[in-house]
C-alpha cells in the first residue's frame, strides 16, 4: 500500500486521507513519507486523478529533520487525516495550526487502551483512534505512536500540555505528563497484572454498600493523635473489605466509566496535586469544594477543581487539582466559578502533592497504603492500613477487628453475642459500682479494678442486672475508657444495686441482613458467645456457640434448624 493510494490534494490545497473510500483497509504513514509524496506530485509535468498538484503549483512542504514538516499555505491537513499519520509533526497555516507527534514508550499487561488527556478533556473519547495500539514497534519498545493537535488559530491548547493514561480493568493505573512541541514528545507508560483487581467489572458496579463522604473534614482513627485532616472519609458496610474499596475506587476512575467522583468525571480524577495557603478572602466569601477555581491570564493562567478548604475568616487553606493551566504563584488572585464569585489571593509557597496512580493509593491485598488526604472510616481500617493526612503525616490506626456472624434470616433471627465464660454468658464480666434507681439514670459506674475493657466500642449495648434477676437492655452513647458509661435509662421501676452484674453485648439486635457484625480495637485475645434465636412464624432450634475474636477478628455461622 502507498500513500498516494489513500491520500489527495485539492487545488485548494486540502490534503485529505481517502484510503477508506473504497472500502480498503486503513494505512498509516510518517510524516516524512507525507512530505515526499507531496514533493514527488510538485515535480510532475502535469496533475494526476485527484492529486491537483504539478511543477507550477506553489511548494507544499518543507523538511527541517525527518520529524519536522511544515505544509505551506495554503496546503493543510484535518483532524481525520491526522490519524493516519505518525513520527514527528506537521506545522501549517503559518504556524497558526500545530499536529504534534507523541511516541508512547514502555510495556503494559494485555490489550490497554491509552488514553490522552488534553486541556481537562479526554482526547478523542473512550475508544480513541489509536485504539490499542497504532503504529506501534514492539521491539522498540514502543506502544504507540499518533499525532495530537497541540495548536489552533495561533493558541497552543493549554500550553501544549497532555497527559498520557493508562486506566485498564484488572491492570495497575498509570499516567505521564508530557509537554509537546514539534517533532516527537515521549511519554512512558508501564502496566502489570493488578493481583488485587480481578472481580468482574459488572460485580464491582453493584457494591454501592461502599461509599465516601466528600470535602474537609476530621477523623479520629483512635491512635492517640486525635482528630487529623483528610478531603474524603471511604466507609464499607459489612461484607465488603479493605481490598473490595480499592476495587470501587478502581471502577469510578476506570477507561470508559460513567461514574463522576468530586464532581468531574472519574476518568479525569487524579486527586491533590497541590495545596496552598489564602489570604484577602473577599467579604462574606463562602468557597465551596468542588468548585473549579481559575487564575491568571496568558501563561499564568490555570484552573483547579476545589477538593478541599479549611477556612478561618478571610484566611485559610486549599487543596485543589490541577485541571488546566500552571499552578499559581504567591500573590495570584484566586476566583470560584459559581454564580456569585468568591476571589482569595495566594499567600506563600504553592505545594505540590505527588498523586498515587489510583487515588486511594495501593493495595497489599489485605491492607491499603493510601494516596495523599485520602480518610477512611476509623472502623474499617486496622494497624496494617498507612494513611496520610492533609499536612502529609503517615497515620497508622490501631487494629480494628471485625467479628462477623454469618448465616442469619434477616428480620427474624435474634443475634446476642457477648464475652464467653464457662461456654456461655459473661454474666459478671463487670460489676455495678452505684445504685442505679432514676428516671433517667444518666451514667453507669463500675466498681472492677481493671476498669472497662480496653477493646469496648465507644457506643453500643449494656446488658445491667436489675434487682428483680432480669438483665435490662440499655444503650450507651460513650465512656471515658476507664470505669464510666454515658447511658439515658430508666431504673425507676425495677433498681440496679451496687454490686449487680453488668456485662458487654457486642450484639444484641434482630438482624437486619444475612450478616451482622461488630467492630472493635483489638487489646486482647477474646472468647465470644453467639447466640441466635427465631421462635416466630418459621422457629428454629437455638444456635448457640462459642468462637475466638483474635487479631484477625472472627465468626461464626449460625446453623438454623428448623424446630418443628
Same mark, same amino acid.
Given at each position: 500500500?502507498?500513500?498516494?493510494?489513500?491520500?489527495?490534494?485539492?487545488?485548494?490545497?486540502?490534503?485529505?486521507?481517502?484510503?477508506?473510500?473504497?472500502?480498503?483497509?486503513?494505512?498509516?504513514?510518517?510524516?516524512?513519507?507525507?512530505?515526499?509524496?507531496?514533493?514527488?506530485?510538485?515535480?510532475?509535468?502535469?496533475?494526476?486523478?485527484?492529486?491537483?498538484?504539478?511543477?507550477?503549483?506553489?511548494?507544499?512542504?518543507?523538511?527541517?529533520?525527518?520529524?519536522?514538516?511544515?505544509?505551506?499555505?495554503?496546503?493543510?491537513?484535518?483532524?481525520?487525516?491526522?490519524?493516519?499519520?505518525?513520527?514527528?509533526?506537521?506545522?501549517?497555516?503559518?504556524?497558526?495550526?500545530?499536529?504534534?507527534?507523541?511516541?508512547?514508550?514502555?510495556?503494559?499487561?494485555?490489550?490497554?487502551?491509552?488514553?490522552?488527556?488534553?486541556?481537562?478533556?479526554?482526547?478523542?473519547?473512550?475508544?480513541?483512534?489509536?485504539?490499542?495500539?497504532?503504529?506501534?514497534?514492539?521491539?522498540?519498545?514502543?506502544?504507540?505512536?499518533?499525532?495530537?493537535?497541540?495548536?489552533?488559530?495561533?493558541?497552543?491548547?493549554?500550553?501544549?500540555?497532555?497527559?498520557?493514561?493508562?486506566?485498564?480493568?484488572?491492570?495497575?493505573?498509570?499516567?505521564?505528563?508530557?509537554?509537546?512541541?514539534?517533532?516527537?514528545?515521549?511519554?512512558?507508560?508501564? %502496566?502489570?497484572?493488578?493481583?488485587?483487581?480481578?472481580?468482574?467489572?459488572? %460485580?464491582?458496579?453493584?457494591?454501592?454498600?461502599?461509599?465516601?463522604?466528600?470535602?474537609?473534614?476530621?477523623?479520629?482513627?483512635?491512635?492517640?493523635?486525635?482528630?487529623?485532616?483528610?478531603?474524603?472519609?471511604?466507609?464499607?458496610?459489612?461484607?465488603?473489605?479493605?481490598?473490595?474499596?480499592?476495587?470501587?475506587?478502581?471502577?469510578?476512575?476506570?477507561?470508559?466509566?460513567?461514574?463522576?467522583?468530586?464532581?468531574?468525571?472519574?476518568?479525569?480524577?487524579?486527586?491533590?496535586?497541590?495545596?496552598?495557603?489564602?489570604?484577602?478572602?473577599?467579604?462574606?466569601?463562602?468557597?465551596?469544594?468542588?468548585?473549579?477555581?481559575?487564575?491568571?491570564?496568558?501563561?499564568?493562567?490555570?484552573?483547579?477543581?476545589?477538593?478541599?478548604?479549611?477556612?478561618?475568616?478571610?484566611?485559610?487553606?486549599?487543596?485543589?487539582?490541577?485541571?488546566?493551566?500552571?499552578?499559581?504563584?504567591?500573590?495570584?488572585?484566586?476566583?470560584?466559578?459559581?454564580?456569585?464569585?468568591?476571589?482569595?489571593?495566594?499567600?506563600?509557597?504553592?505545594?505540590?502533592?505527588?498523586?498515587?496512580?489510583?487515588?486511594?493509593?495501593?493495595?497489599?491485598?489485605?491492607?491499603?497504603?493510601?494516596?495523599?488526604?485520602?480518610?477512611?472510616?476509623?472502623?474499617?481500617?486496622?494497624?496494617?492500613?498507612?494513611?496520610?493526612?492533609?499536612?502529609?503525616?503517615?497515620?497508622?490506626?490501631?487494629?480494628?477487628?471485625?467479628?462477623?456472624?454469618?448465616?442469619?434470616?434477616?428480620?427474624?433471627?435474634?443475634?446476642?453475642?457477648?464475652?464467653?465464660?464457662?461456654?456461655?454468658?459473661?454474666?459478671?464480666?463487670?460489676?455495678?459500682?452505684?445504685?442505679?434507681?432514676?428516671?433517667?439514670?444518666?451514667?453507669?459506674?463500675?466498681?472492677?479494678?481493671?476498669?472497662?475493657?480496653?477493646?469496648?466500642?465507644?457506643?453500643?449495648?449494656?446488658?445491667?442486672?436489675?434487682?428483680?434477676?432480669?438483665?435490662?437492655? %440499655?444503650?450507651?452513647?460513650?465512656?471515658?475508657?476507664?470505669?464510666?458509661?454515658?447511658?439515658?435509662?430508666?431504673?425507676?421501676?425495677?433498681?440496679?444495686?451496687?454490686?449487680?452484674?453488668?456485662?458487654?453485648?457486642?450484639?444484641?439486635?434482630?438482624?437486619?441482613?444475612?450478616?451482622?457484625?461488630?467492630?472493635?480495637?483489638?487489646?486482647?485475645?477474646?472468647?465470644?458467645?453467639?447466640?441466635?434465636?427465631?421462635?416466630?412464624?418459621?422457629?428454629?432450634?437455638?444456635?448457640?456457640?462459642?468462637?475466638?475474636?483474635?487479631?484477625?477478628?472472627?465468626?461464626? %455461622?449460625?446453623?438454623?434448624?428448623?424446630?418443628?
Amino acid at each position: 500500500m502507498a500513500i498516494a493510494d489513500d491520500f489527495s490534494v485539492a487545488v485548494n490545497g486540502d490534503i485529505r486521507y481517502t484510503g477508506l473510500d473504497s472500502g480498503g483497509t486503513a494505512g498509516t504513514y510518517t510524516v516524512l513519507e507525507l512530505h515526499r509524496f507531496l514533493q514527488d506530485l510538485a515535480d510532475n509535468q502535469a496533475t494526476t486523478g485527484d492529486d491537483l498538484l504539478d511543477i507550477t503549483s506553489d511548494t507544499p512542504s518543507e523538511r527541517a529533520t525527518d520529524n519536522i514538516i511544515t505544509l505551506n499555505s495554503p496546503y493543510n491537513i484535518d483532524d481525520d487525516a491526522a490519524q493516519y499519520l505518525y513520527d514527528g509533526s506537521i506545522e501549517q497555516a503559518g504556524g497558526d495550526t500545530l499536529y504534534s507527534g507523541l511516541e508512547v514508550v514502555g510495556s503494559v499487561y494485555g490489550t490497554t487502551t491509552l488514553q490522552v488527556v488534553q486541556n481537562n478533556a479526554l482526547y478523542d473519547g473512550d475508544s480513541p483512534f489509536w485504539g490499542t495500539g497504532l503504529n506501534a514497534d514492539a521491539g522498540a519498545n514502543i506502544l504507540s505512536r499518533f499525532l495530537v493537535k497541540t495548536r489552533v488559530s495561533g493558541s497552543d491548547i493549554d500550553g501544549k500540555r497532555i497527559r498520557v493514561f493508562a486506566r485498564e480493568w484488572g491492570e495497575t493505573y498509570a499516567e505521564f505528563s508530557v509537554t509537546m512541541g514539534l517533532g516527537n514528545s515521549v511519554a512512558a507508560i508501564f %502496566t502489570s497484572q493488578d493481583l488485587n483487581n480481578e472481580t468482574a467489572v459488572g %460485580t464491582v458496579a453493584t457494591w454501592t454498600g461502599i461509599t465516601n463522604v466528600e470535602g474537609y473534614q476530621l477523623i479520629d482513627l483512635g491512635n492517640g493523635n486525635g482528630d487529623r485532616p483528610y478531603y474524603s472519609q471511604w466507609d464499607f458496610s459489612p461484607p465488603y473489605t479493605i481490598n473490595q474499596m480499592y476495587e470501587r475506587a478502581k471502577y469510578l476512575t476506570r477507561r470508559g466509566t460513567s461514574e463522576t467522583i468530586h464532581g468531574i468525571d472519574g476518568e479525569l480524577f487524579r486527586g491533590i496535586t497541590h495545596q496552598w495557603n489564602y489570604d484577602n478572602a473577599s467579604s462574606g466569601a463562602d468557597f465551596t469544594e468542588d468548585d473549579v477555581l481559575s487564575w491568571g491570564t496568558g501563561a499564568t493562567a490555570g484552573t483547579g477543581l476545589l477538593l478541599a478548604i479549611n477556612e478561618t475568616g478571610a484566611t485559610g487553606t486549599m487543596w485543589i487539582q490541577l485541571l488546566t493551566g500552571v499552578v499559581p504563584t504567591d500573590g495570584a488572585e484566586i476566583t470560584s466559578s459559581d454564580s456569585n464569585p468568591e476571589t482569595c489571593d495566594v499567600d506563600g509557597t504553592v505545594t505540590s502533592r505527588t498523586v498515587s496512580p489510583v487515588f486511594l493509593g495501593q493495595s497489599t491485598g489485605s491492607a491499603i497504603i493510601g494516596g495523599f488526604g485520602i480518610g477512611f472510616d476509623s472502623d474499617d481500617v486496622t494497624d496494617a492500613d498507612k494513611l496520610f493526612d492533609l499536612t502529609g503525616t503517615l497515620q497508622e490506626p490501631p487494629n480494628n477487628v471485625i467479628f462477623y456472624v454469618y448465616g442469619l434470616a434477616s428480620g427474624q433471627d435474634r443475634v446476642l453475642v457477648t464475652n464467653a465464660e464457662a461456654g456461655g454468658i459473661d454474666f459478671d464480666q463487670m460489676t455495678l459500682n452505684t445504685t442505679l434507681s432514676a428516671n433517667p439514670e444518666s451514667s453507669l459506674v463500675i466498681a472492677d479494678s481493671a476498669g472497662i475493657p480496653g477493646d469496648t466500642p465507644q457506643t453500643g449495648v449494656l446488658r445491667v442486672q436489675c434487682d428483680s434477676g432480669v438483665y435490662k437492655y %440499655t444503650a450507651f452513647t460513650a465512656h471515658d475508657g476507664i470505669d464510666t458509661f454515658t447511658i439515658n435509662s430508666d431504673f425507676s421501676g425495677d433498681n440496679a444495686t451496687a454490686g449487680n452484674n453488668v456485662f458487654i453485648a457486642y450484639i444484641d439486635k434482630l438482624a437486619a441482613s444475612d450478616t451482622e457484625s461488630f467492630t472493635v480495637i483489638y487489646n486482647q485475645a477474646r472468647t465470644l458467645f453467639v447466640r441466635v434465636r427465631d421462635g416466630g412464624g418459621t422457629p428454629i432450634k437455638t444456635y448457640e456457640a462459642t468462637a475466638p475474636l483474635g487479631t484477625g477478628g472472627g465468626s461464626a %455461622t449460625a446453623n438454623r434448624i428448623e424446630d418443628d
